[in-house]
DNA sequence: GTTGAAAGAGCCATTAG
DNA sequence: CTAATGGCTCTTTCAAC
């Protein structure tokens, strides 16, 4: 990935739905070749999608927290992983190194909602211990703007 | 939001990129009504904007991490904040309640590199104590697919 | 990487419900 | 207010170099 690469992966990052006209334009170079970059940025699997970014917020959905999980010992994690995806408001989970098995993170319509995931979590879903940290705030440059930095 | 914007959402969710055309051929709407809709997603902050997604590991940057930190006390914390993210590596944080002040994401190119952030991390941060948590795998049906199921 | 032409997509004014 | 249509312009794609 040259200088190029990195400047189309940026404004792409910015603006997922600019035009290879207008994207060939900030690069100099012509829409064909910028178009065939994009293709094997794609192909390389550096861009893995286009995506519409929704604001739970404005989707009613303002209250965010981590939920950390332990799970019960036992070799049956896979059919557990997949049971605490399919809670309603859950955005995204990882395995984790430490004290907790799991990282969860959800977006709920209010504490009564986020009451409701941490009393489902325990016992139908292998759950033996968990602890809830609400987002109060997300640092300003997180996410989109932090992309562009780490490829400078 | 009615029943076509939330299949409009899925779908640009899913392809971010779609034409007009496509998207109006799966909603059954013209081509016009539908970027109405999709403007009127994007006014109403539903949709914040539009962006490829990056494969971290792609770019080189295999190892990601959550580190929890906790800050010295006092009023301070502003400048702490904008200084945590523009370390190299760090793709968002947030302040959180509980135990730990902030969690920061990062995506490391190896350990030395995480070592490096953690090091770096007391001191002129103003963080008193971290937490490292390496993410082992992230769950299938995080984001993208965790997003459309909440539309449902 | 570039060019140029054909096919495809977006945009806008107008009209209808 | 929301949606459809037609015509014009801009963009993407593909062959040839």
Same mark, same amino acid.
């Given at each position: 990935m040259d200088a190029i690469d990195k400047v189309i992966l940026s404004e792409l990052i910015r603006d997922g739905r600019v035009?290879?006209?207008d994207l060939a334009e900030?690069?100099?170079l012509s829409p064909?070749?910028?178009?065939?970059?994009?293709?094997?940025?794609?192909?390389?699997?550096?861009?893995?999608?286009?995506r519409a970014e929704v604001d739970m917020a404005?989707?009613?959905?303002?209250?965010?927290?981590?939920i950390d999980v332990r799970l019960r010992p036992g070799p049956d994690h896979a059919e557990l992983e997949a049971a605490l995806?399919?809670?309603?408001?859950?955005?995204?989970?990882?395995?984790v190194t430490g004290r907790?098995?799991?990282?969860?993170?959800?977006?709920?319509?209010?504490?009564? %909602?986020?009451?409701?995931v941490?009393?489902?979590?325990p016992g139908s879903?292998?759950?033996? %211990?968990?602890?809830?940290?609400?987002?109060?705030r997300e640092l300003a440059g997180s996410g989109a703007e932090a992309l562009t930095r780490l490829l400078g």
């Amino acid at each position: 990935m040259d200088a190029i690469d990195k400047v189309i992966l940026s404004e792409l990052i910015r603006d997922g739905r600019v035009s290879f006209r207008d994207l060939a334009e900030r690069v100099r170079l012509s829409p064909t070749a910028t178009a065939e970059r994009v293709r094997k940025l794609q192909e390389s699997g550096i861009i893995s999608g286009f995506r519409a970014e929704v604001d739970m917020a404005a989707l009613g959905r303002p209250l965010k927290a981590f939920i950390d999980v332990r799970l019960r010992p036992g070799p049956d994690h896979a059919e557990l992983e997949a049971a605490l995806l399919t809670l309603p408001a859950v955005l995204s989970g990882a395995h984790v190194t430490g004290r907790w098995d799991y990282t969860l993170t959800v977006a709920c319509r209010d504490v009564a %909602e986020l009451d409701e995931v941490v009393m489902a979590l325990p016992g139908s879903y292998g759950v033996v %211990e968990t602890n809830t940290r609400l987002l109060l705030r997300e640092l300003a440059g997180s996410g989109a703007e932090a992309l562009t930095r780490l490829l400078g």
